[in-house]
């Protein structure tokens, strides 16, 4: 087993026992259309399909992974180390990237910063939990005990994509506001050791570069809105 996946949780002084390294994906035996499908890291959230957005190290550039998104946790929280509730990206760079939910969506945070939501705050850490569930007959990630649900979403400049949204919310089934179309699934967690990537892409949010540019630094710069669609070039 490869050991390069949690050197960014073991510099947070977490207790290793429970955390172990997933790859996720989608089980809805009755929904063909997402089954099965992995859940992918992309700019900044989390999509039914396609490859992740993973950036290989400057010394291992064809890195085998960086297509695929690695999950691990779960590991003391981050606000109340007496609970075992967080889950992270599995990257090597010591920064981590943590995984969280904000406006109803499934997230991670920027690369390269310990910077949970930025300027806009109220980021959900959790709590996280891995179950065995007995519907899809393995193991599945949980958000304060509840599923997940694969939600359309479309801007002009990405088209229709798939993100993940936590199942219940608050107190009410997540109802998107446009209307879009939610399927309800169990996130199925395989055990992997494949190595790490050295983090996932996420792009600074536009307007924090003016209003927090510290947030933004030592990152691949790109102009994109608050919903991850680009700013169109100046
Ligand atoms: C990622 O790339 C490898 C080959 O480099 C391929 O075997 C694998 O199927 C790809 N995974 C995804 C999710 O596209
Ligand atoms: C964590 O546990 C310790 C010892 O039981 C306790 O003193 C402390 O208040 C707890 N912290 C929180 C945030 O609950
Ligand atoms: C699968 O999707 C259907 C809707 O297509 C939904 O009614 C059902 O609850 C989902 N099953 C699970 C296990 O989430």
Known sequence: MRSSILPALAAMAVTAEAAKA?????WNNTAPAIHTQLVQAKN??????GVA??????????CPSANSTIISGPVSSKYDGNKTTDFWLGITDPKGQQIYVYDQKLMYTLPRTNVVSGPEGNAIN??????????????VLRFQGNDWAACKTFNVRQG???????????????????????????????????????????DCPFQWLNTSPELCMGQTWGLVNADGSCVAPA
């Open 53 to 62: 957005d993973g950036i290989c190290q400057d010394y291992n550039p064809g």
């Open 44 to 49: 900044g959230f989390f999509e039914v399909g």
């Open 160 to 202: 229709i994509r798939t993100i993940v949204q936590p199942l219940v919310y608050g107190s009410s089934l997540w109802e998107n506001a446009f209307g879009w179309e939610c399927t309800p699934f169990k996130m199925t967690l395989e055990e992997t050791d494949a190595p790490a990537v050295d983090h996932y892409r996420r």
């Open 126 to 139: 959790g709590p996280f939990s891995v179950d065995y569930d007995d519907l899809a007959q393995g193991t």
């Open 22 to 26: 997933y790859i996720p994906s989608v």
